[in-house]
């Protein structure tokens, strides 16, 4: 069955998006620890110039990112930055604007996913497809839907019944938008949006509430 149109929504410059990444039936993405940590190194390295990071939540068999699309002149700069010799097809096409920002965030989702699965592969020798194409990308409509999209993010776990308590779930953002540590997250546009950490805090605490737990 076709995919709704708009769970594929086209990616554009300095807009928001719900990112939903699932293994195929009967997979998973990590069997530890460490393969979530070379997760998010990867995601950071293939992803880091072309967007910004809001929300994360990695459970075994799917994840979900609220990210922003930078600025079309910020990733032209720092494509540009680059050694020549580095950039790949895909982007020398975008910096001449050959191509547009769908295609070009479209192909490094994409070669992020293959570089992803072949270091698993390797590591837990298997062969194959890791994930189910396409990742779904959902645009953010409004205040209310951004708002909305962090909390389901962070209160994932509990809605998959994978933890009581899901502030204290290692994997996912919640725990680092409140914490001092280095982060590439957007943490203080995070915090401002909901207006300080307390009322982070008491937003995701009565949200969570309403939508997993009320019968």
């Known amino acids: 069955m076709p995919i709704p149109k708009q769970l594929t929504a086209a990616f554009e410059c ?28 990867r995601y950071q390295q293939f992803l880091g110039l072309f967007i910004s990071t809001y929300a994360y939540c990695l459970l075994d068999n799917h994840v979900y990112f609220l990210i922003k699309v ?45 570089s992803y699965t072949r270091s698993f592969n390797i590591h837990h020798k298997r062969k194959g ?43 996912s953002s919640y725990q680092t938008v409140l914490s001092g540590k280095m982060t590439q997250l957007k943490r203080e546009e995070v915090i401002e949006w909901f207006g300080s950490k307390e009322k982070f805090i008491e937003a995701h605490k009565s949200q969570s509430e309403y939508y997993y737990t009320s019968e």
Do not use: M
Not at 15 to 33: G, M
Not at 151 to 164: E, G, Q
């Open 70 to 114: 930078n600025k079309e002149s910020a990733i032209k700069n720092a494509l540009s930055a680059n050694p020549s010799e580095t950039r790949t097809v895909v982007q020398r096409k975008f910096l001449s604007s050959d191509v547009g920002t769908d295609e070009l965030l479209e192909r490094q989702f994409n070669s992020f996913f293959v």
């Open 129 to 171: 497809h890791l994930f189910d194409s396409p990742f779904k990308r959902i645009a953010i409509e409004n205040d209310v839907h951004l708002t909305q999209v962090i909390i389901y993010i962070h209160a994932n776990a509990l809605k998959h019944k994978l933890v009581k308590d899901f502030t204290l779930f290692k994997w």
């Open 14 to 41: 300095d807009k928001f998006y719900h990112i939903v990444c699932k293994s195929l039936p009967e997979q998973v993405l990590f069997k530890s620890d460490e393969n979530r940590l070379f997760f998010l190194k």
